[in-house]
T-cell receptor, first 114, second 112 residues
Framework: DTGVSQDPRHKITKRGQNVTFRCDPI?????LYWYRQTLGQGPEFLTY????????KSRLLSDRFSAERPKGSFSTLEIQRTEQGDSAMYLC????????????FGSGTQLSVL | DAKTTQPNSMESNEEEPVHLPCNHS???????IHWYRQLPSQGPEYVIH???SNVNNRMASLAIAEDRKSSTLILHRATLRDAAVYYC?????????????FGQGTTLQVKP
């Protein structure tokens, strides 16, 4: 069990550019979640996968955001045409079907949009 | 989604017990009470969860009021490493989507 891994840890980009983040969940965890956290706030739910199926998306996930989990393993979160308001920590978490109540979070990707 | 209310901050002395309160007066019968904590520069970490009965694990204890409208996370002997933001969250486990609704949490400071 190597934990949830996120890459990159930090990303600085200019407004209008596209960015993509990757999340590798704990192996054999069938559920994967994306959250966003801004300074001083708790994490906000963005979306959730069960295996490769994206089962729920928050209203926070605008059309510029897309997430995939093509083979039910790793996941990517892409933000197109970034805006300064997208600056935040993007957190990934995974959970096992045996213990859905226990989410394991990665250390996140800190995005700064200039 | 049912909401929780927590104090913004608390202080504790090292090696003393800490009681972190949480109010959830609109809790429904299927809501579990979850606690996560977040250390600086890290993602949240699961601490404990419960439904009706008090729960203990190696990290903490969870005391749930009889009417379930409040709960208390108990750290038996605070250490400096317990300084973190503690989140009290309500969620359904059966069919749970993992959609945990985090509030602002309680920032715990531990003084040596």
């Amino acid at each position: 069990d190597t934990g949830v891994s996120q890459d990159p840890r930090h990303k600085i980009t200019k407004r209008g550019q596209n960015v993509t983040f990757r999340c590798d969940p704990i192996s054999e965890h069938n559920r994967l979640y994306w959250y966003r956290q801004t300074l001083g706030q708790g994490p906000e739910f963005l979306t959730y996968f069960q295996n490769e199926a994206q089962l729920e998306k928050s209203r926070l996930l605008s059309d510029r955001f897309s997430a995939e989990r093509p083979k039910g393993s790793f996941s990517t979160l892409e933000i197109q045409r970034t805006e300064q308001g997208d600056s935040a920590m993007y957190l990934c978490a995974s959970s096992s079907w045996r213990a859905n109540e226990k989410l394991f979070f990665g250390s996140g990707t800190q995005l700064s949009v200039l | 989604d049912a909401k929780t209310t927590q104090p913004n901050s608390m202080e504790s002395n090292e090696e003393e017990p800490v009681h972190l309160p949480c109010n959830h007066s609109t809790i429904s019968g299927t809501d579990y009470i979850h606690w996560y904590r977040q250390l600086p520069s890290q993602g949240p970490e699961y601490v404990i969860h419960g439904l009706t009965s008090n729960v203990n694990n190696r990290m903490a204890s969870l005391a749930i009021a009889e009417d379930r409208k409040s709960s208390t996370l108990i750290l038996h002997r605070a250490t400096l490493r317990d300084a973190a933001v503690y989140y009290c969250i309500l969620g359904v486990i059966s069919g749970n989507t993992g959609k945990l609704i985090f509030g602002q949490g309680t920032t715990l400071q531990v003084k040596p």
